[in-house]
């Protein structure tokens, strides 16, 4: 039963349309100003609200504003005398769903009412749905539907309550330390810091300080004692992001840390002791740094107790359309215009699915950001798209790797079989969408499935 919320300032009008209302099914509420209507939408899950325009306090048009701050999906239905239009045009503009002159007629009402909560109850359900969507397929911040995703989902849900170190793998922008968080703030030590440093980024005079801190007068600048991220995360979480690049000495120090549980400050000589566990990243194969001698073996064990591998986007292409989908709803609200983006268009998703993402998750985050600003439209296009992506994106047939003297009907019949069995893996085997993702009828597509002899299963 949807609920409408019905405000005017005249005592016996919200009555008299409540009692029409109910007599339709729906739940009324009524209240007799504009700061009573917004008491009610706080404590109440309202559908539509009819509101007078012309009230004491706070007008129609002012309680419009403050009802769409809070969902700007709720449909509001004004009602105003006839000498009050441009009144109600300005609404319209505002938001308003519509408008009713006084006096109207039930019939008129109703029919109004119910167009306002059948819009409105579509949106609800793709809220719903798309809580679903997330809630199923992300960990946190981390979005994926993939196999391959779901099996780091997996192990970071039974590493997470335990206190062995964890190594993460993956190329750069893949979401290593969106995965360390995940891991720390579903463990027992949540309320306790993460930390995160960059090995990467310091000297190793300057990381070491960084990270076992150092005592007044260690060295020149040092004026004071000052804690290093091992003492700073104490009962919780360090995260060391391109563990690959520490120096030998370094990596020494490390080990020290994780066997004894001690370490020194930078000029000090009294044990500290913590209490932490440790989750370490790179984008280096640390077995072959280990072969090249640059990386311990002894401290490879000590980090590599659970190994989570994130995959290339590459790899997880299903996975695309549902990040996308999520950076448009997370940068939504930053890049506000009068036409919001709710989605990318088919050839924008067709050059997504083509194109290698050497820069991953990062990457499409950055080209979806952009697109955002460019776009005037409800839905990104291709000229939204960067051009230097663009310029990648349609260099990803490299023409160098097929012989000179190959059969062009041949060539072309394998790519076009390559792009059929893509599409059908990326829709879960469903033709229709399928044959929507490559550009041609369904028809079309089912005859090529015959002709290339796909399994498809049983989904159409």
């Known amino acids: 039963m949807e609920t409408v919320l019905v ?7 919200p009555l008299i349309l409540g009692a029409v209302l109910e007599e339709e099914g729906f739940e009324v509420l009524t209240a007799n100003s504009g700061k009573e209507a917004l008491e009610v939408q706080k404590t109440s899950d309202v559908d539509l609200v009819l509101t007078d325009m012309k009230m004491p306090s706070m007008n129609g048009i002012q309680l419009l504003e403050k009802i769409k701050a809070k969902d700007p999906d709720l449909p509001v239905i004004m009602m ?5 239009v441009d009144k109600a045009v300005e609404a319209m503009e505002k938001g308003a769903y519509s408008y009713l002159l006084k006096p109207f007629d039930n019939d008129r009402l ?4 119910n167009k306002a909560v059948s819009m409105y109850r ?34 970071i849900c039974k590493v997470a309550p335990a206190t062995a170190t964890v190594l993460i793998e993956g190329g750069s922008g893949t979401g290593k330390e969106l995965v360390a968080k ?11 810091p ?43 979480t360090l995260f060391l992001d391109e563990i690959g690049e520490l120096s030998q000495g370094l990596q020494v ?11 020194e400050r930078v000029g000090g000589v009294k044990p500290v002791s913590v209490n932490i566990r440790i989750i370490a990243a790179t984008n280096k194969n640390l077995k072959e740094e280990m072969k090249q001698q640059r990386f311990r073996e002894d401290l490879f064990y000590r980090l590599n107790v659970v190994h989570i591998v994130l995959p290339p986007l590459e790899q997880r292409k299903e996975d695309i359309r549902l990040l996308a989908d999520h950076f448009i709803d997370r940068y939504a609200n930053e890049h506000r215009s009068d036409i919001p983006v709710k989605g990318i268009e088919q050839e924008v998703e067709r050059l997504f699915y083509d194109y290698s993402w050497p820069g991953n998750v990062r990457e499409l985050e950055n080209v979806i950001e952009r697109a955002m600003v460019m776009c005037t439209t409800d839905n990104i296009k291709e000229a939204d798209l960067p051009k230097e992506f663009k310029a990648n994106a349609y260099n990803t047939l490299y023409l160098e790797g097929i012989p000179a003297n190959a ?7 394998r790519i076009e079989k390559k792009m059929i069995e893509r599409a059908l893996k990326l829709t879960n085997n469903v033709q229709s969408k399928a044959a929507e993702l490559l550009g041609i009828g369904k028809s079309g597509l089912n005859w090529k499935i015959k002709k290339f002899k796909l399994d498809t299963g049983s989904k159409n």
Do not use: W
């Open 80 to 84: 105003t005398a006839h000498g009050s």
């Open 122 to 155: 579509v949106v609800k359900e793709n809220r719903h749905l798309r809580s679903a969507v997330e809630s199923q397929y992300s960990f946190g911040n981390i979005i994926g539907k993939s196999k391959v995703m779901r099996e780091v989902f997996g192990t």
């Open 407 to 413: 059969n062009l009907d041949e060539t072309l019949g």
């Open 253 to 263: 120090k490390l080990l020290r840390v994780l066997q004894e549980k001690t370490f």
């Open 110 to 113: 109703i029919i109004y009412v």
């Open 194 to 236: 993460f930390i995160a440093v960059n090995c990467s980024a310091l000297a190793e005079s300057l990381l070491e300080s960084e990270l076992f801190g150092h005592e007044k007068g260690a060295f020149t600048g040092a004026v004071a004692t000052k804690k290093g991220r091992f003492e700073l995360a104490d009962g919780g």
């Open 7 to 13: 405000v005017d300032d005249e005592k016996n009008y």
């Open 182 to 192: 995940s891991i720390h703030f579903n463990s027992p030590r949540r309320e306790k």
